[in-house]
């Protein structure tokens, strides 16, 4: 690492270092806890003085100037679209001392990451699938509205009892709308590329493979997922089948109906 590799790192840690318990943020929101930094943002856990309500406020990341910013703001416009009790509401958002806010219902539970990899928890094949039937119903309806969310991920589901809850729209994006490249990208093939369906399934299918993956010895990396998921797990041929599709190696569901009718199938045998 160069002299001003270093710098710009020590700059970006300083200006990103999350603000203390108790700091008040407009005279109305009260950090109460730190939640965690993401690659766009910084997310805690305040009290709303007025209300007396917990809720999550989400600041864009300084470090990350106008992308996180504009992710932000997109993040708050996909949120007012959408009215789903699986679905946190954007309750405020706000500019403060130049930086964006985002102010969101507080989802209580854990996520499944937490569930496989922290709490150890094990979920058999059916399991699995009434989970994602859930989730599907939850997804179904943010394509209905006419948005991909592009980010499904086992630390984006939460479970709370029997509620599942999905978050963390800060990728979502219309139908049709081109793929976001990483920066530097000018690949022809991959700008012309649109945000469509099978592009929140693909991830469905991993999400699948985590969760079958938490009864597995060595679930540990992607790696071996994509490698050896068919050997080494031990599911009924219609789940093979369905994951088959999610992933891509067989031609893809096109929609989620596609798939939760084939859930379905698989749920009512
Ligand atoms: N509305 C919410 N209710 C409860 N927890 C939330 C809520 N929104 C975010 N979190 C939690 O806050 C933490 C930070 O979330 P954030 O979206 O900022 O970053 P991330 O998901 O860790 O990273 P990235 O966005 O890069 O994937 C995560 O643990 C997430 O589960």
Redesign the pocket.
Known sequence: MNLFEYLKGVYEAWIDYPKREGTVITNKYRIQRF?????????Y?CLDVDSGQEV?L?QAKPSKGTVGRDLLYREIDVLGWLRHPSI?KCLASFEYKEQLYMV??????Q?VEDLIFERGVVFSEKEVLSFVRKLMEILNYVHEQGFVHL?I?I??V?LDGDQI?L??F?LACRFGEPIRTELGSDDEATLSRTVEAPNDLYAVGHFILFMLYSGYDSCTSEVEINSGWEDELTVTPMTKHMLRKLLQIDPPYMNTQQFMRDLDHWLNR
Request: proline share 3%; no cysteine.
């Open positions: 939640l965690g930094i993401g690659s766009y943002g910084l997310t856990i999550v989400k946190q969101t219902e507080h989802v209580k539970g996520t980010d991920r630390p984006n939460i809850h978050i963390d800060g």
